[in-house]
């Protein structure tokens, strides 16, 4: 989910389900939903990247060299 355009989408399908929760809910409560969601995506976005330089990639490994 790094890349900006799979975050707008899944924005668009928060404010949707949000929408329809503030139809029978109320505005309100769908807007407070729609943060609380939108808070933890970002808290889970930030908070589970790996620190820089912590992947290395691997070599890919054959049983014969050629």
Do not use: D, S
């Amino acid at each position: 989910m790094t890349n900006i355009e799979e975050r707008i989408l899944i924005y668009i399908a928060l404010a949707v389900v949000c929408a329809f929760v503030g139809v029978f809910a109320g505005a309100i409560l769908g807007g407070l939903t729609f943060l609380q969601i939108a808070a933890v995506i970002e808290a889970l976005f930030w908070f589970g990247m790996p620190k820089p330089g912590a992947y290395q990639h691997r070599q890919h490994r054959t049983l014969f060299n050629h």
